[in-house]
Protein backbone atom coordinates (compact mmCIF):
# COMPACT_ATOMS: atom_id res chain seq x y z
CA UNK A 1 0.00 0.00 0.00
CA UNK A 2 0.95 3.49 -0.75
CA UNK A 3 1.80 5.39 1.98
CA UNK A 4 3.91 8.55 1.89
CA UNK A 5 1.92 11.45 2.92
CA UNK A 6 1.43 14.13 0.48
CA UNK A 7 0.82 17.67 0.79
CA UNK A 8 -0.64 20.16 -1.73
CA UNK A 9 -0.79 23.06 0.39
CA UNK A 10 -1.61 25.07 -1.92
CA UNK A 11 -5.38 23.49 -1.74
CA UNK A 12 -5.03 24.08 2.14
CA UNK A 13 -7.72 26.68 3.46
CA UNK A 14 -6.27 26.59 7.13
CA UNK A 15 -8.81 25.16 8.98
CA UNK A 16 -7.07 22.85 11.13
CA UNK A 17 -8.84 19.74 10.55
CA UNK A 18 -6.15 17.54 10.15
CA UNK A 19 -4.19 18.18 13.30
CA UNK A 20 -7.32 18.25 15.24
CA UNK A 21 -7.93 14.63 13.37
CA UNK A 22 -4.62 13.80 13.87
CA UNK A 23 -4.75 14.33 17.55
CA UNK A 24 -7.81 12.39 18.70
CA UNK A 25 -6.44 9.50 16.40
CA UNK A 26 -3.02 9.30 19.08
CA UNK A 27 -4.22 11.80 21.93
CA UNK A 28 -2.46 14.57 22.59
CA UNK A 29 -1.77 17.93 20.19
CA UNK A 30 -1.40 16.73 16.40
CA UNK A 31 1.42 15.99 14.82
CA UNK A 32 1.13 18.27 11.69
CA UNK A 33 1.67 22.06 12.14
CA UNK A 34 -0.59 24.21 9.71
CA UNK A 35 2.00 27.20 9.07
CA UNK A 36 -0.58 30.42 8.12
CA UNK A 37 1.08 33.37 6.20
CA UNK A 38 -1.05 36.51 5.08
CA UNK A 39 -2.68 34.65 2.14
CA UNK A 40 -1.47 30.66 2.13
CA UNK A 41 -1.31 28.61 4.49
CA UNK A 42 1.37 25.40 4.66
CA UNK A 43 0.65 21.76 6.65
CA UNK A 44 3.79 20.06 7.53
CA UNK A 45 4.40 16.96 9.06
CA UNK A 46 7.22 14.44 9.37
CA UNK A 47 8.81 14.26 5.87
CA UNK A 48 10.42 10.84 6.31
CA UNK A 49 13.79 11.79 5.03
CA UNK A 50 16.44 9.00 3.51
CA UNK A 51 18.99 10.20 4.81
CA UNK A 52 17.44 11.48 7.98
CA UNK A 53 19.40 13.42 10.64
CA UNK A 54 17.04 12.22 13.27
CA UNK A 55 17.88 8.43 12.51
CA UNK A 56 21.45 9.53 12.35
CA UNK A 57 21.19 11.12 15.79
CA UNK A 58 19.35 8.23 17.84
CA UNK A 59 22.17 6.81 20.41
CA UNK A 60 20.37 3.97 20.77
CA UNK A 61 19.06 2.82 17.35
CA UNK A 62 15.33 4.04 18.39
CA UNK A 63 14.70 5.63 15.35
CA UNK A 64 14.89 3.43 12.09
CA UNK A 65 14.30 3.77 8.62
CA UNK A 66 12.51 1.08 6.59
CA UNK A 67 12.31 1.83 2.39
CA UNK A 68 8.72 0.81 2.57
CA UNK A 69 7.35 3.07 4.85
CA UNK A 70 9.92 5.46 6.54
CA UNK A 71 11.48 6.63 9.72
CA UNK A 72 9.69 4.54 12.87
CA UNK A 73 10.10 4.52 16.58
CA UNK A 74 11.02 1.52 18.40
CA UNK A 75 9.52 2.68 21.73
CA UNK A 76 10.95 0.12 24.19
CA UNK A 77 14.71 1.36 22.75
CA UNK A 78 14.06 4.75 23.19
CA UNK A 79 15.08 6.91 26.55
CA UNK A 80 13.88 10.51 25.75
CA UNK A 81 17.26 11.45 25.19
CA UNK A 82 15.36 14.28 22.70
CA UNK A 83 18.16 14.11 20.24
CA UNK A 84 15.57 13.71 17.46
CA UNK A 85 14.18 16.63 18.01
CA UNK A 86 17.08 18.73 17.91
CA UNK A 87 17.73 17.07 14.57
CA UNK A 88 14.67 17.77 12.70
CA UNK A 89 15.43 20.15 9.64
CA UNK A 90 11.77 20.84 9.37
CA UNK A 91 11.22 21.40 13.23
CA UNK A 92 8.05 18.46 13.21
CA UNK A 93 9.07 16.24 15.74
CA UNK A 94 9.07 17.48 19.51
CA UNK A 95 8.90 15.71 22.77
CA UNK A 96 5.35 14.53 24.17
CA UNK A 97 4.16 16.22 26.81
CA UNK A 98 4.24 15.63 30.47
CA UNK A 99 7.90 14.67 31.98
CA UNK A 100 9.18 11.47 30.12
CA UNK A 101 7.22 11.94 26.76
CA UNK A 102 8.13 9.78 24.11
CA UNK A 103 9.20 11.71 20.77
CA UNK A 104 6.36 12.39 18.71
CA UNK A 105 5.63 12.84 14.73
CA UNK A 106 3.53 11.62 11.86
CA UNK A 107 4.02 7.90 11.84
CA UNK A 108 1.41 7.74 8.88
CA UNK A 109 -1.14 6.45 11.19
CA UNK A 110 0.90 3.10 12.16
CA UNK A 111 -1.96 1.84 13.17
CA UNK A 112 -4.50 2.10 10.86
CA UNK A 113 -2.00 1.45 8.04
CA UNK A 114 -1.06 -1.88 9.22
CA UNK A 115 -5.19 -2.85 8.95
CA UNK A 116 -4.66 -1.16 5.34
CA UNK A 117 -6.96 1.90 6.49
CA UNK A 118 -6.28 5.63 5.54
CA UNK A 119 -4.43 7.96 7.81
CA UNK A 120 -6.96 10.32 9.50
CA UNK A 121 -5.64 13.76 8.79
CA UNK A 122 -6.57 12.35 5.08
CA UNK A 123 -10.23 11.44 5.69
CA UNK A 124 -10.67 14.83 7.10
CA UNK A 125 -9.26 17.25 4.95
CA UNK A 126 -12.08 18.71 3.48
CA UNK A 127 -10.23 20.05 0.31
CA UNK A 128 -8.14 17.30 -0.19
CA UNK A 129 -5.19 18.83 0.30
CA UNK A 130 -3.49 15.47 1.79
CA UNK A 131 -3.43 12.26 0.04
CA UNK A 132 -1.60 9.03 0.05
CA UNK A 133 1.11 8.38 -2.74
CA UNK A 134 3.86 6.03 -3.31
CA UNK A 135 7.29 7.20 -3.18
CA UNK A 136 8.01 7.78 -6.66
CA UNK A 137 5.11 10.23 -6.40
CA UNK A 138 6.34 12.08 -3.36
CA UNK A 139 9.78 11.95 -4.33
CA UNK A 140 9.20 13.97 -7.54
CA UNK A 141 8.92 16.85 -4.36
CA UNK A 142 12.41 16.13 -2.98
CA UNK A 143 14.06 19.47 -1.28
CA UNK A 144 17.98 18.88 -2.54
CA UNK A 145 17.58 22.62 -3.40
CA UNK A 146 16.14 23.69 0.25
CA UNK A 147 17.67 21.74 2.81
CA UNK A 148 20.37 19.43 0.73
CA UNK A 149 18.61 16.35 2.05
CA UNK A 150 16.70 13.87 0.19
CA UNK A 151 13.29 13.65 1.21
CA UNK A 152 10.68 12.00 0.46
CA UNK B 1 28.14 11.00 60.37
CA UNK B 2 28.21 7.81 58.04
CA UNK B 3 24.96 7.24 56.09
CA UNK B 4 25.25 3.15 55.86
CA UNK B 5 22.27 2.57 53.47
CA UNK B 6 23.76 4.98 50.75
CA UNK B 7 25.40 2.01 48.68
CA UNK B 8 26.95 3.27 45.27
CA UNK B 9 28.32 7.18 44.71
CA UNK B 10 27.45 8.36 41.09
CA UNK B 11 30.44 10.19 38.87
CA UNK B 12 29.34 12.26 36.53
CA UNK B 13 31.85 13.15 33.76
CA UNK B 14 30.74 16.36 33.23
CA UNK B 15 33.22 17.48 29.88
CA UNK B 16 31.12 14.51 28.01
CA UNK B 17 27.65 15.39 28.98
CA UNK B 18 25.43 16.59 26.76
CA UNK B 19 22.69 17.84 28.89
CA UNK B 20 19.56 15.96 27.60
CA UNK B 21 18.22 15.05 30.84
CA UNK B 22 17.98 11.20 29.61
CA UNK B 23 19.50 10.45 32.63
CA UNK B 24 16.77 12.14 34.85
CA UNK B 25 14.46 10.76 33.10
CA UNK B 26 15.08 7.36 33.78
CA UNK B 27 15.78 7.85 37.50
CA UNK B 28 13.06 6.17 39.49
CA UNK B 29 13.19 8.14 42.43
CA UNK B 30 13.77 11.60 40.57
CA UNK B 31 16.90 12.33 41.92
CA UNK B 32 18.66 14.06 38.94
CA UNK B 33 17.08 17.17 38.37
CA UNK B 34 18.03 20.33 36.36
CA UNK B 35 16.86 23.87 35.63
CA UNK B 36 17.40 26.17 32.75
CA UNK B 37 18.38 29.49 33.18
CA UNK B 38 18.53 32.19 30.23
CA UNK B 39 21.79 31.11 29.07
CA UNK B 40 23.07 27.81 30.70
CA UNK B 41 21.13 24.19 31.65
CA UNK B 42 22.06 23.19 35.46
CA UNK B 43 22.34 19.85 36.97
CA UNK B 44 21.90 18.66 40.24
CA UNK B 45 22.50 15.01 41.60
CA UNK B 46 23.39 13.27 44.87
CA UNK B 47 26.58 12.16 45.22
CA UNK B 48 25.34 9.18 46.71
CA UNK B 49 22.55 6.55 45.75
CA UNK B 50 20.50 4.18 47.70
CA UNK B 51 18.90 3.16 44.83
CA UNK B 52 20.32 -0.91 43.49
CA UNK B 53 19.61 0.20 39.75
CA UNK B 54 21.59 1.72 37.16
CA UNK B 55 19.13 3.72 34.81
CA UNK B 56 20.54 6.48 34.63
CA UNK B 57 23.85 5.34 33.63
CA UNK B 58 22.18 2.70 30.92
CA UNK B 59 20.69 5.76 29.40
CA UNK B 60 23.16 8.50 28.68
CA UNK B 61 23.84 8.37 25.20
CA UNK B 62 27.57 9.19 26.04
CA UNK B 63 28.59 7.22 29.36
CA UNK B 64 29.20 10.36 30.85
CA UNK B 65 27.71 8.49 34.49
CA UNK B 66 29.59 6.09 36.22
CA UNK B 67 28.09 4.00 39.54
CA UNK B 68 30.81 3.06 41.61
CA UNK B 69 29.44 0.59 44.24
CA UNK B 70 30.49 1.26 48.00
CA UNK B 71 31.40 -1.42 50.38
CA UNK B 72 31.65 0.37 53.71
CA UNK B 73 29.50 3.13 54.82
CA UNK B 74 30.84 6.82 53.83
CA UNK B 75 30.54 9.79 55.09
CA UNK B 76 27.56 12.12 53.86
CA UNK B 77 28.93 13.88 50.58
CA UNK B 78 28.37 17.49 49.10
CA UNK B 79 25.76 16.63 46.05
CA UNK B 80 27.01 17.15 42.22
CA UNK B 81 26.04 20.15 40.78
CA UNK B 82 27.07 20.90 36.58
CA UNK B 83 25.81 23.25 34.10
CA UNK B 84 26.32 23.44 30.07
CA UNK B 85 25.60 26.54 27.70
CA UNK B 86 22.27 26.69 26.15
CA UNK B 87 22.48 27.17 22.48
CA UNK B 88 20.09 30.23 21.04
CA UNK B 89 17.67 30.19 17.57
CA UNK B 90 19.16 32.92 15.36
CA UNK B 91 16.31 33.80 14.69
CA UNK B 92 14.45 34.32 17.74
CA UNK B 93 17.05 34.21 20.10
CA UNK B 94 15.25 32.03 22.52
CA UNK B 95 17.40 28.45 23.93
CA UNK B 96 16.14 25.82 22.17
CA UNK B 97 18.95 22.97 22.95
CA UNK B 98 22.65 23.03 24.36
CA UNK B 99 25.72 23.78 22.88
CA UNK B 100 27.20 20.13 22.73
CA UNK B 101 24.08 18.95 21.88
CA UNK B 102 24.43 20.95 18.42
CA UNK B 103 27.77 20.61 18.18
CA UNK B 104 27.31 17.07 17.74
CA UNK B 105 24.23 17.61 15.27
CA UNK B 106 26.52 19.78 13.08
CA UNK B 107 29.11 17.21 13.79
CA UNK B 108 26.87 14.24 12.48
CA UNK B 109 24.57 15.98 9.82
CA UNK B 110 28.24 16.01 8.10
CA UNK B 111 29.77 12.63 8.33
CA UNK B 112 26.91 10.84 8.90
CA UNK B 113 24.24 12.64 6.48
CA UNK B 114 26.64 13.90 4.47
CA UNK B 115 25.78 17.81 4.78
CA UNK B 116 28.45 20.48 4.63
CA UNK B 117 27.66 23.56 6.87
CA UNK B 118 26.92 25.53 4.66
CA UNK B 119 24.04 23.54 3.29
CA UNK B 120 22.70 23.08 6.91
CA UNK B 121 21.90 26.99 8.19
CA UNK B 122 18.41 25.57 9.60
CA UNK B 123 20.71 23.57 12.39
CA UNK B 124 21.66 26.52 14.22
CA UNK B 125 17.34 27.73 14.57
CA UNK B 126 14.57 26.26 17.18
CA UNK B 127 11.76 24.03 16.03
CA UNK B 128 9.39 27.08 15.52
CA UNK B 129 11.55 28.70 12.83
CA UNK B 130 12.62 25.70 10.96
CA UNK B 131 9.14 25.46 10.32
CA UNK B 132 8.75 28.74 9.58
CA UNK B 133 11.85 28.66 7.27
CA UNK B 134 10.57 25.42 5.24
CA UNK B 135 6.98 26.94 5.07
CA UNK B 136 8.64 30.14 3.25
CA UNK B 137 10.85 27.77 1.14
CA UNK B 138 7.84 25.60 -0.13
CA UNK B 139 5.74 28.88 -0.49
CA UNK B 140 8.48 30.47 -2.54
CA UNK B 141 8.92 26.90 -4.77
CA UNK B 142 5.49 27.17 -5.62
CA UNK B 143 5.76 30.60 -6.67
CA UNK B 144 8.56 29.75 -9.42
CA UNK B 145 6.96 26.16 -10.44
CA UNK B 146 3.63 28.46 -11.56
S1 LIG C 1 14.56 10.57 22.22
FE1 LIG C 1 14.50 8.34 21.77
S2 LIG C 1 14.27 8.26 19.52
FE2 LIG C 1 14.96 10.34 20.01
S3 LIG C 1 17.20 10.28 19.84
FE3 LIG C 1 16.71 9.85 22.02
S4 LIG C 1 16.61 7.59 22.15
FE4 LIG C 1 16.50 8.13 19.96
S1 LIG D 1 -0.84 10.55 8.80
FE1 LIG D 1 -1.69 10.20 10.86
S2 LIG D 1 0.05 10.67 12.21
FE2 LIG D 1 0.53 11.58 10.24
S3 LIG D 1 -0.19 13.71 10.35
FE3 LIG D 1 -1.82 12.47 9.41
S4 LIG D 1 -3.15 11.90 11.15
FE4 LIG D 1 -1.18 12.56 12.02
S1 LIG E 1 -7.50 19.68 6.96
FE1 LIG E 1 -6.73 20.13 4.92
S2 LIG E 1 -7.44 22.24 4.49
FE2 LIG E 1 -7.63 21.90 6.72
S3 LIG E 1 -5.66 22.68 7.58
FE3 LIG E 1 -5.39 20.47 7.21
S4 LIG E 1 -4.49 20.32 5.15
FE4 LIG E 1 -5.36 22.40 5.37
S1 LIG F 1 22.07 11.37 30.30
FE1 LIG F 1 24.30 11.71 30.21
S2 LIG F 1 24.55 13.30 28.61
FE2 LIG F 1 22.37 13.32 29.21
S3 LIG F 1 22.26 14.89 30.86
FE3 LIG F 1 22.57 12.90 31.88
S4 LIG F 1 24.81 12.74 32.17
FE4 LIG F 1 24.43 14.34 30.63
Known amino acids: ?152 | MTVPEFHQRIHVDTDRCLGCFACALACPEGLIGWEDGERTRRFHAPALCSGDCTRCRDACPVDAIHLEPMKEPAPAAEPLCWSLSLALCRMCRKPFTTQPILALLTRTLHHTVGLSQGECHWALCCPACRRDLESRRLLDAARWNR
Open chain 1, 1 to 152: MDSFLFVDFTRCIACHACETACGREHGGAGRLYVMRFENAAVPLACRQCEAAPCVAMCPEDALVYDEGSGVGLVVERCTRCGLCVAACPFGVMRLGAGPGGDPVRCDRCRRRREEGRLPVCVLTCPTQALSVQGRAVVQDRRRIHFTGLRVS
